[in-house]
């Protein structure tokens, strides 16, 4: 029993040690990096416009794919949007491994002299959960959230919705002029997305594993149901044992008296069976009294050794 338990611990440690090497070799490279020192990858986004719709199309720090991120306002014309690097807004405050791109630099017109507009931006790379911060060097606090409506909408897809007043804290000209530029760019917690990804990455490789550990054990016992029937089928073609010789039961003993009592009697039974030959005797040349004397005295000698003889006289 403890083999059997220090096996099933030592395949579970092996398990799990190769899922998780195989878990950080699946991540992409700019995640790994990001998450233990600085992030290679700096991705600049490419600008296209369609009406008032600019549109940035990039490949972010946590994916391998391109996505696009539509901006739009309200009560003002958008000029253009740009891409801006991270490090002309590096801070204390803020790490850049939660943003998972550059910042963009918003510039709008045609806003009522202090008043304010409003920033649409829409992608099916947010989450219910991603933030949209604006950077402002000349205030106090360079970083603020702007306090975003986070809207959804079909097909997986947020919109980030950012209030921005003429002349306010997040406007970075800070003049009331009609004239709104923002810099900033929508945030997620990179810890959250990594642990997020690592725990679905898991326990992806945990059930794929899971089901071809199932698949094998039923395959097992198929192969096994196989092998016992094979047998039962080889067993019941084999030849009948032949057949047990009895035992020899050992003969009853007699006694002695009674075995020379049977040997009598067969011995009488076989004497009486047996041809009775007349006995001659022969004398040398002599009178005839004197023979047929002897003879007769020889005869009668004999009778009484002669059963046989016994048997005819009677």
């Known amino acids: 029993m403890t083999k059997i338990t220090n096996r099933f611990f030592k395949r579970t440690f092996l398990t799990l040690l190769i899922s998780s090497l195989m878990m950080v070799a699946l991540m992409p490279q700019t ?36 996505v696009s ?111 709104i530029s923002i810099a900033g760019g929508p945030k997620d917690s990179f810890w959250g997305y990594a642990l997020g990804t690592l725990f679905i990455r898991f326990f992806g490789i945990f059930l794929v594993l899971s089901i071809l550990m199932i698949g094998m054990i039923i395959s097992g016992k198929v192969f096994q149901k196989f092998d016992r029937k094979k047998a039962k089928m080889a067993k019941e073609i084999q030849l009948p044992p032949a057949a047990a010789t009895p035992e020899i039961q050992p003969a009853e003993t007699v006694g002695s008296e009674l075995a020379t009592a049977i040997c009598v009697a067969l011995h009488l039974h076989l004497s009486e069976l047996r041809p009775t030959a007349t006995s001659h005797f022969f004398t040398p040349i002599i009178s005839p009294w004197a023979r047929q004397g002897r003879e007769r005295i020889m005869n009668a000698r004999s009778i009484p050794t002669n059963r046989g003889n016994r048997l005819q006289n009677r």
């Open 31 to 66: 995640a790994v990096w990001g998450a233990f020192g600085e992030d290679l990858e700096k991705p600049k986004p490419e600008f296209t416009r369609e009406g008032d719709v600019i549109t940035a199309k990039l490949i972010p720090r946590a994916k391998s794919t391109s």
């Open 69 to 179: 991120i539509h901006f739009q306002v309200s009560d003002g014309r958008l000029i253009d949007v740009e891409g801006m690097d991270f490090k002309e807004a590096e801070h204390p405050s803020v790490d850049n491994k939660d943003f998972k791109s550059e910042l963009f630099m918003i510039k709008i017109d045609k806003v009522s002299q202090g008043g304010e507009v409003k920033v649409s931006i829409t992608s099916d790379f947010f989450s219910s959960s991603t933030q949209y911060w604006v950077f402002n060097r000349t205030s106090k606090e360079p970083w603020m959230n702007a306090d975003v409506q986070n809207l959804s909408l079909p097909d997986l897809v947020q919109k980030l919705v950012v209030s921005i007043k003429d002349g306010g804290p997040m406007d970075s000209d800070g003049v009331a002029d009609g004239r």
